[in-house]
DNA sequence: TATGAATGAGTGTTCATTCAT
DNA sequence: CATGAATGAACACTCATTCAT
């Protein structure tokens, strides 16, 4: 932010871009996408009208834009989790305490992605960019299972069954709001990493 | 309401009413509720604007009528097939596989309660609907499972993830447009029902 | 209600027109003849819509009957005062002491008739009904001034200042929310009563 | 806004909102507050719906500013009075006569402060306004009587009474649609003021 | 006479977006 | 690159009244 010791570029090119960013992360991820009005984003952000749409051509625009940065910080942090040196087993159990502390910190409002899919049109944008972000959680699954499970097949089915029950803890624990949906569905994915290989 | 000997004629009592209903059902479960206005919703039910103010107090109450009709109706089937003559390990197929030509059926648009929490604020009446249905539904799971394990702790463990998985299923589908989930669900469901209680 | 045994009259007739001129009463004196809609008043009547609309052709038809009935108790009043054995100065200091008391028990809400006359069309119906309370009103002061000035004239205009300083009055406490304007009413209309006539 | 020097040009600044004043002035006074909507303000200032709402946050906070606007220049046109080189019991006729020529001009709609405070809730903005403007007025008379009466409790008690007088030639005027009320309240005030200090 | 379901024109307000500058 | 006034279609909802029974 301060950098009165950089004496070069003024930079301030994208510096609005990002703030309306920032703030469109602030308001879509705790009211969701269709309860925040361009209004509102505009005037938190501390832009002009005009000058937010030369940034994003539309409110929908901005809403990919904003997931495609979520995705993208997700991404890596489940990369960093990938490369971390501990059991694969720890790994599943750090995944579903992460989305606990994520859930209980964030009033339950469960998945944006999801969230945001919901609320828009069929052919919209938004749609292929959760539909890319769940692939590539999909992927993070399979490869964690793939450290359980050296047989190809088997690890892509375990890696299903995790992600079918984190997304399932993250649906129900945000609809009841409550935290037992993660907790289960930890032990329940830890149940099936641990089991025979017996199918 | 009861005329069983009554055979003929009036019948027209609630029938706008129900019209409304239906119009609401179509609508709300194809786009959601957001995305459906007032306006239309009273145009498709060829009502007038009075009329349907007269049935409904607001847009919101009709919305969670719409959804206890939805759950009484979805309570109606689940007790049905709880009470069938068929093994349980069958009935958690054929309620995975009910799941699977609902979500075909409806260009894939997910759970219309995960789908109408989504976008209502907290205090909402439509919130306390879902939170009704959704531990009905849980319930419906517990009791399947009571069926297959002997055990109540067992049973409640296994019907909790079973509600979780196919929780899961129904998110994923819609995000994707795909079917897999719903079948790779199944097929861990019921590995989860075989295997021995080895926890 | 249910009267089975009395067999006489059933003079329900006049029965319902009544209760619903009672609750416009209520209402209109309350709120204002703009504030109070149609529904609240045939709901706080307890009768159908179909049967208020037999009884009074439209909302604005029951305001004027209202008034009527009004102006009717007013004059009654009125000649009342007049009859009454005591001085006519103090007949002049117990309405203005009647006005205090009506004021204060009524949230200040000034002269049903004026207040309807501000918000009804000027070929209304209800404005004739007004120009006559008016009018009678005005007598009113004209005969009590007659007490005091034996002159024809005089006593005119004597009555005529009592009826814009009451007037002025009952404005004035409405809009302020205070009762000085009355009292001051009330000492101003007093010296006016006891002055030589030096004009 | 003071260009003085500056000759020609823009001047559009805030010309869309003082349109829109405009409307609001003439309807209002004209119909009063309730019987003008929106629509008909909107389309008679000729601005999109917007475009209002850009400009004042409500109907009722235009009302308010609307009612500002009137009591800023009554109050410049009282002080205008006061300042006028004419001996005071001069100026209590002229401001009879303008009052009479007022409502003439106005089809005896009577006072806009008075009238709009009538169909207002308790809590409303508009009803402080109108306070304002009337303990302005009321002052108006008090600084008036005290170049008729030096010693200042009579003075007070003579503003009072003119205050009063005016007022009801005001609301009976309107009422009756006759113009005797402001003559004869005229005429009295002009008594009180000339009268010996008998009091 | 009494009912209550039905009416349609109206209410005030907010939406995401574009324009001239 | 930035501004903010302007847009018009849509929003959810209420009004006084009439109709068939």
Redesign the interface.
């Known amino acids: 932010m301060n950098r009165l010791v950089c004496m070069l570029p003024p930079m301030t090119i994208t510096e609005t871009r990002q703030r309306i960013l920032n703030t469109a992360a602030a308001l879509f991820s705790e009211r969701?996408y269709?309860?925040v009005g361009i209004n509102e984003l505009i005037e938190k952000s501390d832009v002009a009208k005009a000058t937010f749409y030369q940034h994003f051509r539309s409110k929908e625009k901005l809403c990919a834009e904003w997931l495609r940065q979520e995705s993208r910080e997700m991404c890596d942090s489940g990369k960093a989790l990938l490369a971390s040196p501990v059991p694969p087993e720890e790994k599943v159990a750090m995944k579903f305490d992460g989305l606990r502390d994520y859930l209980k910190g964030s009033d339950f409002r469960?998945c944006p992605?999801?969230?945001t899919?919901?609320?828009v049109?069929?052919d919209n944008e938004v749609r292929e960019v959760?539909?890319g972000f769940?692939?590539s959680v999909r992927q993070f699954w399979h490869e964690l299972a793939g450290e359980i499970r050296p047989d190809a097949a088997e690890a892509a089915?375990l890696g299903?069954?995790l992600?079918?029950?984190?997304?399932?803890?993250?649906?129900?624990a945000?609809?009841?709001?409550e935290i037992?949906?993660v907790e289960?569905?930890k032990s329940?994915g830890l149940?099936?990493c641990t089991?025979k290989t017996?199918?």
């Open positions: 969701g269709e309860l469960g992605f999801s969230n899919a919901t609320v049109l069929a959760v539909r769940k692939a089915r299903d069954e992600f079918l029950l984190f997304s399932g803890a993250v649906t129900e945000q609809n009841l709001k037992w949906p289960t569905a329940a149940t099936l089991r017996n199918t």
